[in-house]
C-alpha cells in the first residue's frame, strides 16, 4: 500500500479525537507510524480528571497567555487553548512536532515552537506581557526546568503548574529538616503546593512511579538581585555538596576554604556548626549568605564568585 499512515486520518478526524482516551491516542500514533519514545520522556496522559485538575490549577483568564514546553501530543495544548488568550506550545523532537501540528491545526490561538525548553527566552513569545507555564514535563529535564525558568530567565512566569514526579514534588515542599537543593531552590522563588497525586497508570506507557502536579505561585519580589542570586546559590550548592556531613564539613570542602572560616561564618549567622545543610531555613541561608557577603581580612565574597 503506497499510502502513508497518516493520510487515513482527515484533520477534521484528528480534532474529534479525544487525546485522552488510550483507544483514540494509539489510533492516532498508529496513523502517524509513531510510538512513545522513552530517551524523550514520552508518557502521555489518559486521564481526563487530571487533565481538568491541571488546567483548573492554573486559573486561566480569558484574556491570559500561557506557555506550555514539551507539549507532546497535544493534549493539555488543546483544553488550555479553550481557556486562555494564547498558547505557546514548545516541542522539540520532530516527529512529535509534525503531529502536533495536526492536533492542534484547528485553533487558532496555539502557536508552535520547535526549539530545546532549556534555551526558551519568554520575551520571545510574549514580549514581556504576564504569562502562566503549565506543562507535563519529561521527569529527565525537570530540575533543569525549574532551574531555567525560575533562575536564569528575566521574564518570569506569575505561576507554574506542572505534572513533576512525586518524589520531586515532595522535595519542592519539603519544610526545614527535610529540604534539599532542590526544595531551596524553588522556595526561593516561589510558594509551591502539592495539587494532587498521580498514579502511573494515568498514562500511557505507564511510568515506573507515581506523580503529582505541582503549582508554584511565583513572588514579585525576591530577596536578592540576579548577581547576587548566583553567589547565594554557589552558597548553598556548596552546602548540599556533601550528604549526611555537618553543614560546616561540608561547606569547608565544597569551598575549598578552611573549617575555621567557615565556622566562624556559621557562628557570626548564629547557626549551629553541627546542623546539617537540610535543616537551615531559606532565611538561615539568607542570614548566613550576608556574613560571606560583608567579608573579613581573611574572608572576602570573591571566595562565593
Known amino acids: 500500500m503506497s499510502e502513508t499512515r497518516d493520510k487515513l486520518l482527515s484533520d477534521k478526524e484528528i480534532a474529534s479525537l479525544d487525546l485522552t482516551n488510550v483507544r483514540d491516542l494509539r489510533t492516532l500514533l ?4 509513531m510510538r512513545p519514545n522513552k530517551s524523550f520522556g514520552q508518557n502521555f496522559l489518559i486521564n481526563r480528571g487530571i487533565l ?16 506550555e514546553v514539551g507539549a507532546g501530543t497535544g493534549v493539555l495544548t488543546r483544553e488550555l487553548a479553550l481557556h486562555a488568550e494564547k498558547v505557546v506550545a514548545v516541542e522539540l523532537e520532530r516527529d512529535m512536532l509534525a503531529l502536533l501540528r495536526r492536533t492542534t491545526g484547528h485553533l487558532p490561538n496555539v502557536e508552535l515552537v520547535a526549539q530545546n525548553m532549556l534555551f526558551l527566552n519568554p520575551d520571545h513569545s510574549f514580549e514581556g506581557k504576564p504569562y502562566k507555564l503549565v506543562a507535563n514535563l519529561p521527569y529527565y529535564l525537570t530540575a533543569a526546568a525549574f532551574r531555567h525558568f525560575l533562575q ?6 506569575r505561576r507554574l503548574v506542572v505534572m513533576v514526579q512525586l518524589e520531586v514534588a515532595q522535595r519542592a515542599v519539603a519544610e526545614p529538616g527535610d529540604l534539599s537543593l532542590l526544595g531551596v531552590s524553588i522556595q526561593f522563588f516561589g510558594k509551591p503546593r502539592i495539587i494532587t497525586r498521580v498514579p502511573a497508570q494515568a498514562f500511557y506507557p505507564a511510568p515506573k512511579v507515581d506523580s503529582a502536579v505541582l503549582q508554584v505561585d511565583v513572588y514579585d519580589e525576591v530577596p536578592l538581585a540576579p548577581e547576587e542570586q548566583k553567589r547565594f546559590f554557589k552558597l548553598v550548592q556548596a552546602g548540599f555538596s556533601e550528604k549526611r556531613k ?5 561547606l569547608a570542602r565544597g569551598l575549598h576554604l578552611k573549617n575555621e572560616e567557615v565556622r566562624g561564618w556559621l557562628a557570626a549567622a548564629q547557626i549551629d556548626p553541627m546542623r546539617r545543610a537540610e535543616t537551615l531555613s531559606i532565611d538561615e ?3 548566613l549568605w550576608r556574613v560571606t557577603e560583608a567579608g573579613s581580612p581573611t574572608v572576602g565574597t570573591d571566595m562565593l564568585s
Not at 481538568?52 to 506557555?67: M, Y
Not at 555537618?246 to 561540608?250: E, G, L, R, S, W
Open 30 to 33: 498508529f496513523a502517524h507510524q
Open 52 to 67: 481538568e485538575q491541571i488546567v483548573a490549577a492554573a486559573e486561566l483568564q480569558k484574556d491570559e497567555q500561557v506557555l
Open 152 to 157: 536564569d530567565v528575566t521574564h518570569k512566569p
Open 246 to 250: 555537618q553543614i560546616h564539613n561540608a
Open 285 to 287: 541561608w539568607l542570614q
